[in-house]
């Protein structure tokens, strides 16, 4: 089994599909890897770092000649892969919905697309999870922006001075990222509250000291919703979570909103009425700004000016923690791959009806076979 890690070229991308720690592992199941030249440079790897993991350094046209699987972050183009064999995997975070173009490309070079986006969310498969371990990081860089661009402290500070107060800080949407901003803003010194639909989650804001403030007299999500996902909410739901919104966002320095919904845009949670309540020189960053935003009026990677509040528009905030960002990823692809590696075949077997293979398998023989692409 040859092994190929692309170096990226999408513009801002700062991420590897391995580091040394995985070009190890998948030595000692006995493949051979082959990193594309200063492919992991952007995140602090060196291309002797992977050699001395037992990798070998090679131009893109060398590294894809003969390999059975390329690894990358973001799906590259078909012709980026010139002089790819049929049948080769690809494995990265493919985006199939926005580059259906490139998928179509795939099926005609014969490769076995693998988008890693689309891992299901099972318990066997939170080792593999890309979504998952680059939200974390991303919740975390939210809060380190936030107090960045904040012209106050975090923490209460009693000083010969005189006293500096907390800062409070309020985060909308407690999935993955928005637990790891309550950490990292309680970490700072912050006086944290948090809200979601989904019931399940007031236990685990609780837990990680910070307040839970919930809509009351209008039910919302049970438990952890389906597979831990929210659903559109009813007008009732949406006009009692602004109200509630409303009075307690006015008395917060810093917001974090991280809320999505599958397949719909992101809900719109604060308004522009809401931001202008807001104390001049509060920060509020929103997540979810590529799915269109939580906060009206925030721009994708952008920082914007509204009343005085500072609206960071946060976009791929992973990429800006390189380091961990690729160690992360290139762990999850390697726990998908050796989770299904024969050892007779010294290469992965991915069962027609498993679910995870049924769940992230685009392409294969010439064709298109995920049912979420042919089906529309
Ligand atoms: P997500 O990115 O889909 O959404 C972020 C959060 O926004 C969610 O908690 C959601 O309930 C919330 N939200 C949506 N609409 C909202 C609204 N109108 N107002 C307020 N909040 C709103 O979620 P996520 O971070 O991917 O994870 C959600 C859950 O799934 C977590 O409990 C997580 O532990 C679980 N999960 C499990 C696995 C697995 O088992 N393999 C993998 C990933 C996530």
Redesign the pocket.
Known sequence: MKIAVLKETAPGETRCAAIPETVKKFSALGAEVTVETDAGMSAGISNADFEGAGASIAARAEALSGADAILCVNGPDAGELEGVKAGALLVGALDPLRRREAVDGYARAGLEALTMEWMP???R??SM?I??SQ?NLAGYKAVVDAAAAYGRAFPMMMTAAGTVSPAKAFV???????LQAIATAKRLGAQVSA????S??REQIQSLGAKPIFVENVAG?EG??S????TE?SDEYRNA?AELVSSHIAKQDIVIT?????GRPA?R?ISDAQLATMRPGSVVVDLAAEAGGNVEGCVAGETIQRHGVSVIGASNLARSVPADASALFARNLYNFLSAFWDKEAGAPVLPEDDEIVKAIRLTRDGKIVNERLTAS
């Open positions: 969310r099972i318990t498969a939170q999870d979504l998952s939200s909308m949407g407690v999935g993955v990222a928005g809200t979601d639909v989904r399940a989650t999500i952890e919703g597979g831990g996902y929210a909410m979570q991280t809320a999505l919904i599958p809900p949670l």
